[in-house]
């Protein structure tokens, strides 16, 4: 497929192994992740709030190390920076309060859940 990619008309006779990634990320969609972890608490590391999106661009921050496993998980991040200069966050509200109800979901009915869970449903 990048052989038949080309980002100008003077891009023809370019190698489409030489273009830089963050040239084709002008043609990629805005990006929104939906994060539904009940027990997410919006934090950063010094424990003050933060927001849907900046709980993001954390997550994204390149991990410190070179094992396999972290730069794997790193190319990743980079993937998502470099491709999705426009990125959102948003977290799913928690649908009940105590951890008996979060357990039994599935019997509870809607209309018993939290307002605020019904709404991002709606």
Partial sequence: MT???????????RNPDEVEPKEFAQFFPDITLLVRDF?????DKDNKSITPDQYLENALVDLPGRSTAIVEKNRIRSAIRLN??????????????GGEELWRLSEIPLTELKIEFQRALA
């Fill in 3 to 13: 052989n038949r990619i080309r980002l100008s008309n003077e891009d023809k006779h």
């Fill in 39 to 43: 027990c997410l608490q919006l934090v």
């Fill in 84 to 97: 999705f200069p426009k990125r959102s966050c948003l977290v799913m509200p928690r649908p009940a309060d």
